[in-house]
Structures are given as C-alpha cells and as structure tokens.
C-alpha cells in the first residue's frame, strides 16, 4: 500500500529542517512507476555489494546478510508483499530502506561508493536491454506467422498497389514477405539497442567516479554488461540507449501499423481480400452486421503513442546540462509505456497473422478486372521496335478507350489495336495474361513465382538464423 506519510525519513534528511511538502513529495516521487525497476536495482545492488567485499569495505559476513535482504526483498516485490511507501521517493531508496529494516546496521554500507545516480541508468540499461531481447523474440514470431501464410499463398494473385490505385498484380507471399523484411529490420534494431546499452554506468557514483578501489570490470561482467562507462560524467547522463530503444519501437511500430492498415481494407467489404477471425474482430451494439477489425485499429493507433514517446524522451534530454538532472527521473514512463505496448501488440500481430483467410479468387478478380498490365502492354510494343514513351501513350489511349466502353485490355480485337498502331500482333494476348505477365517479372526481389519461392527459402533459411539468435539471447 502506498501511503502519503512523509515524516523526515529521507536518506538526505540530515541537513534538511523541515520535511517535504506533501505536495512535493508527489511530484518528487517515482515510485509509483519506477518499482518496476527493483529486480533490476536488487541485481545491481547484489553485484555491487560482492564487490565491495571483495575491495574489504564489507566482511564476507556482511556481504552474505545484505544478499539474503535483497533476496527476501526480491521474493516480497514478486509476490506482492512489498509495503511501497510514495515517502520513498523512488524504488531505489525503497529498497534500501528495507533492506535496513531486514538485515539492520550492515544494510547501511550497501550504498558505499554508488550513488541514485549511477544506479538508476544501471537499472533502466538491464532494463532496456531485457526488453529488446524480449522483442527481438517476439519479432520472430511474428515472421514465422508471416512466412507461414507466404508459404500458404501459393500462387494467389492480387493487385498490387501504388497511390491505393491497383497498379501491377503480384504475389499474395511476395506482398507479404515486404513485411517479412520490415520486421527482419527492426530485429536489427533491437540488437543495436542491446549494443547500446554495452557499456555499465555503476561506479560512476554521483557524476566524478567515487573515492574507493572499485573493480568496475568485475561488476560489468556479473551484470552481464560488456564494459565499464569510460567516463562518470557521462554513464549518469547518458541515455542514448534508452532513445536508441524508444526509435527502435517507432519504427517497428510504423511496420506494425502499415500492416494493419491494410488488413483493415482488405478485410473491408470494398476489397473483400482477407477474413480476420472473430478472436481479433468485435461487433457493434447497434448493427447486428458489423465485424469490425478491432485489433488492427489499435495496433494502428499504438504506432502513434510509440512514436510520440521517442519524441518525448527527445524533448526531455534536449539542452539538459550535465550530468544527471531530476528531470531524467522521467524517462522512464516514456520507457515503460513503450514497452507495455509492446509486449502486448507484437504477439497480437502474430497470433492475428496466423488466423488470416484469403479469399484468392477474390483477390484474382481484381487483378484481372484492372487495368494492371497496360505496362507489359507498354512493353510489349518495345519488344516490336516501338520507343517506350510512344508505347506509353497509345496504350494509354487504348485504356482510355476501353474505360468509355466498360471493357478490359484483353478483350480488344486485333483490328482494334491496329487502329492505335500497327505493331500490334497476337504477341499481344501473351502480354495481357495475368500469369504470363507474372513470370515476366524476372528481375532480383520481383514477383515471378520462381523469384518469390527463392524469396520464401531465403526467408525461411534467415528465420532458422533469428530463431537461433532469439535463443542465445534468451541464454544470455
Ligand atoms: N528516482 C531517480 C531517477 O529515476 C533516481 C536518481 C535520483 N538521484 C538524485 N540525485 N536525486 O532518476
């Protein structure tokens, strides 16, 4: 339970007359979000305290009495016993205090040679770093989804689009392996975010390093870290990693959203292409008809969150001063918010993915019924010595022609076509057939059924590589 009951209790108390304003203690408080951070604090504060017994400012004694504390504390936090007090400031002087109160005097040397500081870019970076990894797995998942409805697709045909106007036919798998690629990126991402967060804050102390032998080295490597901060003013100040997370999310979150904007229409009456299933739709309290796509409204609707918690964590790093300032306090809720999103909408995209049904002849009858292979037409006429400008502008003339007349490109007669130029031959109806125009397109990355089932092993091959990387990472 959270309590409003200041008395002077504060670590800093000492050179203070009065206690806080309650007021002040609101506003000055992180506890409220920033508990979230305690497995991360109690780790630290573990490897912080071995350390100290091993440079002697703690007896191996001492060192084991404070590592019981901070277990029991950890085992209070997860079971939800932990009495949080809005007087604590924030997780790491909640902790601390507790600590005192369990193991008693010895629980005082705990905070020898660190400072909130340091501390708390030690936590956000275990942090951060836990949660990248955690979405570079989830990631993954949503590829399989993805790739698993690319291998179901087979040769099902649809418009693709430029403008939203249908523009050439590709690949149902082709369209979706783009976001095979999108989501391969942002994995990418993630692991930046984890290179970012390499090097350890803690020793820093308040900004200027601390007046003890502290074996930096030895902490960063209990705490999984690569290195040591190579300079103290900067471990406390920095929070590139953080911003490098929050730009990772945004990014992804654009994929994310794109996807679902168009399974929005595509599940639309209009297109008619895709069925999502009842689990990711809802129904309307006043027209008994109504599916709507819910789930994907949202993940689209996250995107925007996302991208405005990147921008303010930009906002409130911009011109601060070094090293720390208290306003730093609040990264985190533009961090957490972020991530709660997350975790929630990267497997909601995956599961979603999985329960898509195309509708293939649906899709097939707007590619056929469009003007989507007057470039092959284009084309064409190049193959009979006509210069591509020239081509363009009397296939043009003959979309025209047929749009006045309600009818498609295939359907014209010879005579018809002569009438625009000469060239024309039955070479023609080669070029308007949907599945001859299809394995035209030959070219690296296009859409020719043989060149997307290259796609589809090659995706798969880099899936088998992120499945094995998501798991090292989770060993890490
Ligand atoms: N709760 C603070 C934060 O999240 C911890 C660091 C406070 N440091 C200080 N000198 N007041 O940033």
Redesign the pocket.
């Known amino acids: 339970m959270m309590t409003e009951d200041g008395e002077n209790a504060n670590f800093w108390s000492g050179r203070f007359e009065k206690p806080p304003h309650q007021l002040f203690q609101q506003l000055n408080a ?1 506890i409220t979000f ?1 508990w979230r951070l305690a497995p991360y604090d109690i780790q630290g504060s573990i490897a912080h305290a071995r350390m100290l017994s091993d440079i002697g400012v703690l007896t191996i004694e001492e060192f084991g009495e404070i590592e019981m504390g901070l277990g029991q504390i950890m085992a209070e936090i997860a079971q939800g016993q932990f009495d949080f007090q809005l007087a604590d ?4 002087t909640a902790v601390e205090k507790r600590l005192i109160e369990i193991a008693g005097d010895v629980g005082k040397k705990l905070h020898t040679a660190r ?3 340091d ?2 870019a030690t936590g956000l970076a275990l942090f951060v770093r836990d949660q990248a990894r955690q979405h570079f797995s989830d990631l993954v998942v949503l590829q399989e989804a993805l790739l698993e409805q690319a291998e179901a697709a087979g040769e099902a045909v649809l418009p693709g689009y430029t403008h939203l106007q249908r523009a050439q036919p590709v690949l149902l798998a082709h369209h979706l392996l783009a976001y095979f690629e999108m989501f391969g990126r942002d994995c990418g991402r993630f692991l930046r975010v984890i290179e970012a967060t390499a090097a350890m804050p803690l020793g820093a102390g ?1 900004l200027a390093g601390v007046n003890y032998p502290v074996k930096r080295e030895q902490v960063a490597s209990e705490l999984g870290f690569t290195h040591p901060g190579a300079n103290s003013i900067d471990d406390v100040s920095n929070r590139d990693f953080a911003l490098d997370y929050l730009a990772a999310a945004a990014s992804m979150s654009i994929h994310l959203s794109r996807l679902a904007a168009e399974l929005i229409l595509w599940s639309s009456q209009e297109f008619g292409f895709v069925e999502i299933a009842d689990e990711f739709t809802s129904g309307s309290s006043i027209m008994p008809q109504k599916k709507n796509p819910d789930a994907c409204e949202l993940m689209r609707a996250k995107a925007a969150r996302v991208a405005a918690n990147h921008q303010g964590l930009i906002s409130l790093m911009a011109g601060l001063p070094l090293a ?1 300032n ?1 306003d ?2 609040e ?2 809720i533009y961090v957490f918010d972020t991530t709660d999103i997350l975790l929630l909408v990267i497997p909601v995209a995956a599961e979603m993915t999985r329960s898509l049904k195309f509708d293939a002849a649906r899709m097939r009858a707007a590619a056929e019924a469009s003007f989507a292979l007057a470039t092959d037409v284009a084309d064409y006429l190049v193959t009979r010595g006509v210069a591509f400008r020239d081509a363009h502008r009397i296939v043009g003339r003959l979309v025209k022609k047929c749009i006045g007349e309600n009818r498609l490109l295939k359907d014209l007669s010879i005579g018809e076509l002569q009438a625009e130029s000469p060239r024309f031959d039955q070479g023609y109806y080669d070029a308007v057939d949907l599945e001859a125009a299809l394995a035209r397109k030959q070219s690296y990355g296009g859409t020719a059924p043989e060149r997307v089932r290259a796609q589809l092993e090659a995706a798969a091959a880099r899936l088998a590589g992120l499945r094995q990387a998501a798991e090292e990472l989770r060993e890490a």
């Open positions: 992180s920033d400031e924030d997780i790491h400072s909130r500081n501390q708390v308040a720390y208290k730093m306090q990264d985190k």
